[in-house]
């Protein structure tokens, strides 16, 4: 799984001066920023239907609906 990083603050160029190359957007910008999107996303579980497989660690687990197969913390269900 890869979190997203921030490659590029957009915001820091609106302090900078008028005419320093700096406050320009460049193209590569973008497209390096949302190749960081898009690989965060597609390597992240969907909330709703994720299917997990090997070893899935879950910390603080609150159980608000029953379990119907697999196993936690090496017991059964």
Known sequence: MTDYNK???FG?????ATGNA???VKGVEHE???LAIEAAI???ADT???THTGT???TNLTLTNSITGGTIDGGSY
């Open 32 to 34: 390096v920023e949302y």
């Open 7 to 9: 490659t590029t603050d």
């Open 48 to 50: 709703l239907s994720a």
């Open 22 to 24: 700096l406050k320009v």
């Open 42 to 44: 597609a390597t992240k």
């Open 56 to 58: 899935t660690v879950i």
């Open 12 to 16: 820091a160029k609106d302090a900078l």
